[in-house]
Structures are given as structure tokens and as C-alpha cells.
């Protein structure tokens, strides 16, 4: 193991945990961010619509800038263009500078969850092992302090700049010096050149994964979106009490993720796909039949260890299904990462307006168990042209030549 790939994974987890605080600041401030533009109910949805949208055109965008441009050069001034981003949501005062700044933040996301997921896959290649899992954990720790500077921000009752200057201030240098250690595929030809570089990206084949990431989102953005809302209304918590599950979410997904690689090397993927699948289905299970709110806090800690395991086994699933074309498969599924999070709460929401919040929790549980039915797409791939993955055959190739 060199230093090399050493400081390629350190940095790597920084930029992670980055993304994770820049998140958590824009979406955990929504309601200040309406009050201070005077964004109406009615159009409030579409601006948040927005993002994720402008993300996946980002994403879809990074497949064709990484065949002329490195992953690591995307994420080195996307990460930069996405904390100004966040840093104009709180200094407009016009509408439409918070729609330039809201698109900006969204093509900008898409390019960097892209080209981070890109450098993971292969920095976990080189190493030979399962690291995926802490690079997310990072991001749930980074989730972590920005929901909590955002209290600090909230409970002082700052404006929307004050609160995002310190931390873009602190972070953009950072992440500018950090990112001259980035790791591309190339700084390990050998692992290259044995995964046959040339490969194309089969969407049959892609296709399992693009469910379960779909699936693990709708999953994610229910809590994020309804726990509060499900505590208060339905299970008759008090107001201060409803903020918790969330962040019980988080730290619960933080833990998972810290010692989740260790499980993938013990028991292999396979096995802790199916598991995390499983606590996860029980989690909004629980949830769907509690009887009061601690109950349901309960259900919601299970979703937090078991959903954590689903999106960082995707990404290395998908970069062992197609080694000689893992930033494209990357750029490719990461696209369902929105979807996921456009479906689950418009989801969640109507089913509970139609019908009851109780049976629409019942929806992302039948959901999430689909992912065991596509769990051998987590497992090694055969080894039949080196490198321990299977190429396409030709007539595979030439019908899946089109890709999305």
C-alpha cells in the first residue's frame, strides 16, 4: 500500500464529508431559505424539484466529460463551484438569484457525487478490499455537523450568510489544497490495463443496481422527509421531540458505515446487501405499527443501520460488473440517485393523503425487499479475461451499445 493511495484515500474522505455538511446546510435550512426570498407553498416543490433534477443532468453530463477530462479534475472544481453555490442560496435577495444559485448548487452536486463515486470505485480496486463504506460514512458525519451548525444557525436566528461565510471560508481552501492528492484510475496502470479498459457499459446488465439505488433513495428521502411529520401527527410526539429520528438516522447510518467494510470482508457483499435489506424492511415495519413515539424512533434507528449499506455496495458492485468502464456505469447509476429521491417523498406524501401515513410506510418496506431479489449483482464477477471480472460478449455489447 503506498503513500500515494494513502493521501488519495484520506482526501477522497474529506471531500465526502464536505458534500455531507454543504447538504445537510442547504436542505436543513429550507424554511429560512422560503422566509427569505418569500417563496410561496405552491412554489416552494418545484424549486426543490429543481435540484435533484439539475443533478442527474449533471451526472449524465460528467459520463461524457470523464472520457476527455479526469475524474479527479471534475471533482476538484465541482466541489469549490458547489460551497459558492451554497454560499449564494444565502446571500441573494431576489428570487432569481436563488434560482441561479439553486441550479448552479444542482449541476454542480451531480458532477460531484459523480466523480466522487468514480475516484472510490477505483481507489477501492487498487487497495483490493472493501473501503467504499467509509467514504460514505464520512459524508454521514459531514451530514452530522452541518444539521448541527444549522441549529446553531436556526437557534441564534442568523441570516442565511452569516451562517454559510464561516463554513465556506474554512472549507473551500481546504478542499483546494486536499484535492492536489486525489487518485485517479491511473495511478494504478496494472489494475487498469487487467480490467480490460474498453469495456462498454451493458444496461441490462446496469440495470439491477439502477433499482436497488432507486429503492435505497426512496427509502432515505422518506425519512429525511416524513419522520418528523409521522411523529408529531401520527404516533403524537411533541414538536421537539419530532426533530429527533432524524438525526438518530444519521448517526445510526454513521455507525453502519464505519464498520460496514469490515462486514463486506468477513461476509461478503452478497451477504450484507441481503441483511441491510432486511433490518431495513423491519425498520419501516416497526414504524408502520408503532403504538407511541419511542417506538417509532426505534423503527427509525433500524432504517438507519440497515438502508447505509445499500448506496456504497451499489457503487463498488457496479465498478466490479464493469471495471474497464466504471466511471461511466458510475456516472450512469448515480442518475438514479435522484430519481429515488424525486419518487419517495411525492410518494410517501400522497399515499399518506389518500390513504394513512401508517400503510404508506408499508410502501418503501415492499420496496426495499425487492433488493434482495437482485443481491447476487453485489457478488465478485467470474474471472474469465483477468483482473477477476467477466467482459461482455460481443452480442451483448452490440445491443447494449446505447447505454441510457
Not at 176 to 201: I, N
Not at 380 to 395: C, L, S
Request: aromatic share 10%; net charge positive; hydrophobic share 55%.
Amino acid at each position: 500500500m503506498t503513500d500515494v493511495l494513502r493521501r488519495g484515500r484520506a482526501s477522497l474522505a474529506f471531500s465526502f464529508l464536505v458534500q455531507g455538511v454543504a447538504f445537510a446546510l442547504l436542505v436543513t435550512r429550507i424554511p429560512a431559505i422560503q422566509d427569505r426570498y418569500g417563496v410561496s407553498d405552491a412554489l416552494l416543490p418545484a424549486f426543490l424539484a429543481a435540484v435533484p433534477i439539475l443533478a442527474g443532468v449533471g451526472s449524465v453530463t460528467t459520463e461524457r466529460l470523464v472520457k476527455r477530462v479526469r475524474p479527479s479534475m471534475l471533482l476538484r472544481w465541482s466541489q469549490p463551484v458547489v460551497l459558492l453555490a451554497l454560499l449564494g442560496v444565502g446571500a441573494g435577495e431576489r428570487m432569481v438569484e436563488l434560482g441561479v444559485a439553486l441550479a448552479a448548487f444542482g449541476l454542480a452536486v451531480g458532477v460531484l457525487d459523480a466523480s466522487m463515486n468514480m475516484l472510490g470505485v477505483s481507489l477501492q480496486r487498487s487497495y483490493g478490499r472493501s473501503i467504499m463504506l467509509s467514504f460514505h460514512a464520512a459524508y454521514s458525519l459531514g451530514g452530522i455537523a452541518g444539521a448541527s451548525l444549522a441549529w446553531v444557525g436556526a437557534h441564534w436566528d442568523l441570516a442565511l450568510w452569516v451562517s454559510y461565510l464561516p463554513v465556506v471560508a474554512l472549507l473551500l481552501p481546504v478542499v483546494l489544497v486536499g484535492s492536489r492528492w486525489y487518485v485517479d484510475d491511473g495511478a494504478a496502470p496494472a489494475v487498469a490495463e487487467r480490467a480490460g479498459e474498453g469495456q462498454v457499459v451493458v444496461f441490462k446488465w446496469l440495470l439491477p443496481l439502477c433499482l436497488v439505488m432507486t429503492v435505497a433513495y426512496i427509502g432515505d428521502s422518506t425519512v429525511s422527509n416524513w419522520s418528523a411529520k409521522y411523529l408529531k401527527d401520527v404516533l403524537g410526539s411533541s414538536e421537539q421531540m419530532a426533530t429527533v429520528p432524524y438525526n438518530v438516522y444519521m448517526v445510526t447510518t454513521l455507525l453502519g458505515r464505519a464498520i460496514g467494510d469490515l462486514g463486506v470482508r468477513r461476509f461478503g457483499a452478497v451477504s450484507v446487501v441481503r441483511g441491510g435489506a432486511l433490518v431495513a424492511a423491519g425498520g419501516f415495519a416497526v414504524v408502520a405499527v408503532a403504538p407511541g413515539a419511542w417506538v417509532g424512533m426505534l423503527g427509525f434507528t433500524l432504517l438507519g443501520l440497515g438502508l447505509c449499506v445499500l448506496v456504497p455496495q451499489t457503487f463498488a458492485a457496479v465498478g466490479r460488473l464493469f471495471p474497464g468502464a466504471s466511471d461511466a456505469a458510475v456516472a450512469r447509476l448515480n442518475v438514479f440517485n435522484y430519481v429515488g429521491f424525486l419518487i419517495g417523498s411525492p410518494l410517501v406524501g400522497a399515499l399518506g393523503d389518500a390513504w394513512s401515513y401508517r400503510g404508506a410506510m408499508v410502501v418503501p418496506m415492499v420496496l426495499v425487499l425487492v433488493t434482495l431479489v437482485y443481491a447476487r449483482s453485489f457478488a465478485p464477477q467470474p474471472d474469465r479475461y483477468g483482473g477477476g471480472h467477466e467482459r461482455p460478449r460481443t452480442a451483448d455489447v452490440g445491443r447494449g451499445s446505447n447505454g441510457l
